[in-house]
Protein backbone atom coordinates (compact mmCIF):
# COMPACT_ATOMS: atom_id res chain seq x y z
CA UNK A 1 0.00 0.00 0.00
CA UNK A 2 1.36 3.29 -0.46
CA UNK A 3 2.70 5.42 2.14
CA UNK A 4 3.38 8.98 2.77
CA UNK A 5 7.61 8.80 3.90
CA UNK A 6 8.90 11.36 6.55
CA UNK A 7 12.22 12.18 7.28
CA UNK A 8 13.82 12.16 9.29
CA UNK A 9 12.08 10.59 12.07
CA UNK A 10 13.47 12.78 14.96
CA UNK A 11 15.58 15.58 14.95
CA UNK A 12 17.05 17.59 18.19
CA UNK A 13 17.97 20.76 17.21
CA UNK A 14 18.89 24.16 19.32
CA UNK A 15 16.97 27.06 19.57
CA UNK A 16 17.22 29.75 16.40
CA UNK A 17 18.26 27.19 14.36
CA UNK A 18 16.68 26.43 10.69
CA UNK A 19 15.19 23.04 10.47
CA UNK A 20 14.18 21.15 7.16
CA UNK A 21 11.40 18.60 7.05
CA UNK A 22 11.56 16.49 4.48
CA UNK A 23 8.26 14.42 2.96
CA UNK A 24 7.66 11.99 0.05
CA UNK A 25 4.32 12.69 -0.90
CA UNK A 26 2.13 9.32 -2.14
CA UNK A 27 3.36 9.64 -5.80
CA UNK A 28 -0.52 10.44 -7.64
CA UNK A 29 -1.06 12.88 -4.81
CA UNK A 30 -2.24 16.10 -5.84
CA UNK A 31 -2.84 17.82 -2.25
CA UNK A 32 -0.29 18.55 0.80
CA UNK A 33 -0.53 19.62 3.87
CA UNK A 34 1.55 19.87 7.22
CA UNK A 35 0.22 19.54 10.65
CA UNK A 36 1.63 19.59 14.29
CA UNK A 37 0.80 17.61 17.16
CA UNK A 38 2.29 18.80 20.68
CA UNK A 39 2.64 16.43 23.15
CA UNK A 40 -0.58 15.54 24.62
CA UNK A 41 -2.48 18.16 22.17
CA UNK A 42 -4.69 17.52 19.25
CA UNK A 43 -3.45 17.52 15.79
CA UNK A 44 -3.18 21.22 14.35
CA UNK A 45 -4.11 22.07 10.64
CA UNK A 46 -0.48 24.16 9.40
CA UNK A 47 -0.87 24.45 5.92
CA UNK A 48 -1.82 22.88 2.51
CA UNK A 49 -0.37 23.46 -0.57
CA UNK A 50 -1.87 22.47 -4.28
CA UNK A 51 -0.87 23.60 -7.88
CA UNK A 52 2.58 24.58 -6.74
CA UNK A 53 1.55 26.89 -4.26
CA UNK A 54 -0.45 27.77 -0.68
CA UNK A 55 -3.71 27.51 -0.84
CA UNK A 56 -4.45 27.60 3.02
CA UNK A 57 -2.34 28.43 6.34
CA UNK A 58 -3.20 28.66 9.98
CA UNK A 59 -2.31 31.06 12.45
CA UNK A 60 0.09 28.79 13.64
CA UNK A 61 2.08 29.20 9.91
CA UNK A 62 3.73 32.28 10.66
CA UNK A 63 6.33 33.98 8.87
CA UNK A 64 9.29 31.59 10.67
CA UNK A 65 7.33 28.61 8.53
CA UNK A 66 7.57 28.12 4.61
CA UNK A 67 6.95 25.29 2.40
CA UNK A 68 8.34 24.34 -0.57
CA UNK A 69 7.92 20.81 -3.01
CA UNK A 70 11.49 21.65 -4.84
CA UNK A 71 11.44 18.63 -7.40
CA UNK A 72 7.78 17.00 -8.20
CA UNK A 73 8.44 14.74 -5.13
CA UNK A 74 9.76 16.14 -2.11
CA UNK A 75 7.77 18.29 0.46
CA UNK A 76 9.57 20.31 2.73
CA UNK A 77 8.24 22.27 5.67
CA UNK A 78 11.12 24.98 6.92
CA UNK A 79 11.10 26.52 10.45
CA UNK A 80 13.80 29.25 10.00
CA UNK A 81 14.26 29.91 13.81
CA UNK A 82 12.79 27.79 16.08
CA UNK A 83 11.77 28.50 19.05
CA UNK A 84 11.15 25.61 22.20
CA UNK A 85 7.34 25.67 21.65
CA UNK A 86 8.05 24.59 18.16
CA UNK A 87 8.91 20.86 19.87
CA UNK A 88 6.20 18.82 18.88
CA UNK A 89 5.59 15.95 16.20
CA UNK A 90 5.08 16.80 12.53
CA UNK A 91 3.14 15.15 10.14
CA UNK A 92 2.43 15.42 6.69
CA UNK A 93 -0.08 14.13 4.53
CA UNK A 94 -1.37 14.24 1.14
CA UNK A 95 -4.96 12.83 -0.92
CA UNK A 96 -5.10 12.39 -4.31
CA UNK A 97 -8.08 14.93 -4.49
CA UNK A 98 -10.07 16.95 -2.78
CA UNK A 99 -13.09 14.75 -1.56
CA UNK A 100 -11.32 12.08 -1.50
CA UNK A 101 -9.06 10.81 2.28
CA UNK A 102 -5.72 11.85 3.48
CA UNK A 103 -2.76 9.74 4.25
CA UNK A 104 -0.66 10.62 6.74
CA UNK A 105 3.30 9.78 7.38
CA UNK A 106 4.27 8.68 10.47
CA UNK A 107 6.01 11.63 11.55
CA UNK A 108 8.91 13.76 12.24
CA UNK A 109 9.21 14.55 16.65
CA UNK A 110 11.11 17.79 16.54
CA UNK A 111 12.46 18.67 19.54
CA UNK A 112 14.15 22.30 20.14
CA UNK A 113 16.33 22.64 23.17
CA UNK B 1 -15.12 28.82 14.38
CA UNK B 2 -15.15 25.23 13.44
CA UNK B 3 -15.25 22.83 16.97
CA UNK B 4 -14.75 19.24 17.38
CA UNK B 5 -15.53 17.60 20.73
CA UNK B 6 -14.74 13.97 21.24
CA UNK B 7 -15.93 11.95 24.37
CA UNK B 8 -15.27 10.08 26.45
CA UNK B 9 -11.49 10.92 26.77
CA UNK B 10 -10.55 7.46 28.13
CA UNK B 11 -12.19 4.07 27.67
CA UNK B 12 -11.40 0.92 28.86
CA UNK B 13 -13.43 -2.27 27.91
CA UNK B 14 -12.90 -5.55 28.48
CA UNK B 15 -12.12 -8.07 25.33
CA UNK B 16 -15.45 -8.54 23.18
CA UNK B 17 -17.23 -5.87 25.11
CA UNK B 18 -18.83 -3.15 22.40
CA UNK B 19 -18.79 0.36 22.85
CA UNK B 20 -19.48 3.58 21.21
CA UNK B 21 -16.87 7.00 21.12
CA UNK B 22 -18.87 10.22 20.11
CA UNK B 23 -17.79 13.15 18.13
CA UNK B 24 -19.77 16.39 18.22
CA UNK B 25 -18.92 19.31 16.01
CA UNK B 26 -19.56 22.46 15.07
CA UNK B 27 -18.99 23.76 11.51
CA UNK B 28 -20.06 26.37 9.37
CA UNK B 29 -20.72 23.51 6.46
CA UNK B 30 -19.52 20.33 6.44
CA UNK B 31 -17.84 19.06 3.61
CA UNK B 32 -16.39 15.44 5.22
CA UNK B 33 -16.49 14.26 8.42
CA UNK B 34 -13.17 11.80 9.21
CA UNK B 35 -12.39 9.26 11.84
CA UNK B 36 -8.44 8.13 12.33
CA UNK B 37 -6.73 5.84 14.44
CA UNK B 38 -3.59 7.12 15.96
CA UNK B 39 -1.03 4.44 17.60
CA UNK B 40 1.07 6.01 19.58
CA UNK B 41 4.16 7.58 18.23
CA UNK B 42 2.39 7.32 14.71
CA UNK B 43 0.31 9.01 12.75
CA UNK B 44 -3.03 9.09 11.85
CA UNK B 45 -4.57 5.68 9.90
CA UNK B 46 -7.27 6.74 7.86
CA UNK B 47 -10.60 4.69 8.96
CA UNK B 48 -13.65 6.19 7.05
CA UNK B 49 -15.38 9.56 5.57
CA UNK B 50 -18.69 10.14 6.05
CA UNK B 51 -20.63 12.93 4.04
CA UNK B 52 -24.24 13.44 5.00
CA UNK B 53 -26.76 12.69 7.82
CA UNK B 54 -27.66 9.53 7.94
CA UNK B 55 -24.62 7.91 6.01
CA UNK B 56 -22.89 5.28 7.64
CA UNK B 57 -19.58 3.15 7.17
CA UNK B 58 -18.21 -0.07 8.25
CA UNK B 59 -14.82 -2.04 8.31
CA UNK B 60 -14.60 -4.94 10.54
CA UNK B 61 -15.30 -4.06 13.78
CA UNK B 62 -15.62 -0.74 13.50
CA UNK B 63 -18.93 1.09 12.10
CA UNK B 64 -19.32 4.94 11.96
CA UNK B 65 -22.25 6.68 11.47
CA UNK B 66 -23.12 10.59 11.00
CA UNK B 67 -25.81 13.07 11.98
CA UNK B 68 -26.08 16.86 11.71
CA UNK B 69 -24.39 17.66 14.80
CA UNK B 70 -22.32 14.47 15.75
CA UNK B 71 -20.62 11.15 14.14
CA UNK B 72 -20.16 7.77 16.41
CA UNK B 73 -17.74 4.90 16.11
CA UNK B 74 -19.13 1.62 17.21
CA UNK B 75 -17.10 -1.07 18.39
CA UNK B 76 -18.30 -4.60 18.17
CA UNK B 77 -16.81 -7.12 19.84
CA UNK B 78 -13.34 -5.58 20.52
CA UNK B 79 -9.89 -7.45 20.34
CA UNK B 80 -6.78 -5.84 22.14
CA UNK B 81 -5.33 -4.59 18.91
CA UNK B 82 -8.09 -2.36 18.48
CA UNK B 83 -6.21 -0.31 21.19
CA UNK B 84 -5.48 2.79 20.05
CA UNK B 85 -6.43 6.64 19.56
CA UNK B 86 -9.22 7.08 18.01
CA UNK B 87 -9.64 10.92 15.76
CA UNK B 88 -12.68 12.36 14.64
CA UNK B 89 -11.81 15.73 12.30
CA UNK B 90 -13.90 17.49 10.06
CA UNK B 91 -13.39 19.30 7.06
CA UNK B 92 -15.90 22.31 6.46
CA UNK B 93 -16.96 23.70 2.66
CA UNK B 94 -14.66 26.53 1.71
CA UNK B 95 -16.37 30.03 2.21
CA UNK B 96 -14.00 31.39 -1.07
CA UNK B 97 -10.88 29.76 -1.29
CA UNK B 98 -8.70 27.33 1.04
CA UNK B 99 -10.86 25.86 3.93
CA UNK B 100 -9.32 22.13 3.31
CA UNK B 101 -7.34 21.70 6.14
CA UNK B 102 -9.26 19.05 9.09
CA UNK B 103 -10.22 20.27 12.08
CA UNK B 104 -9.41 17.55 14.56
CA UNK B 105 -10.82 16.50 18.49
CA UNK B 106 -8.65 15.50 21.06
CA UNK B 107 -8.99 11.73 20.42
CA UNK B 108 -10.42 8.71 22.57
CA UNK B 109 -7.92 6.87 23.97
CA UNK B 110 -9.22 3.24 24.05
CA UNK B 111 -7.55 0.14 26.25
CA UNK B 112 -9.02 -3.14 24.91
CA UNK B 113 -7.78 -5.31 28.19
CA UNK B 114 -7.54 -9.46 27.32
Known amino acids: EPEVTQTPSHQVTQMGQEVILRCVPISNHLYFYWYRQILGQKVEFLVS????????KSEIFDDQFSVERPDGSNFTLKIRSTKLEDSAMYFC???????????FGSGTRLTVV | EDQVTQSPEALRLQEGESSSLNCSYT??????LFWYRQDPGKGPEFLFT???AGEEKEKERLKATLTKKESFLHITAPKPEDSATYLC???????????????FGKGTHLIIQP
Open chain 1, 49 to 56: FYNNEISE
Open chain 2, 27 to 32: VSGLRG
Open chain 1, 93 to 103: ASRATADYGYT
Open chain 2, 50 to 52: LYS
Open chain 2, 89 to 103: AVQAIPSGGGADGLT
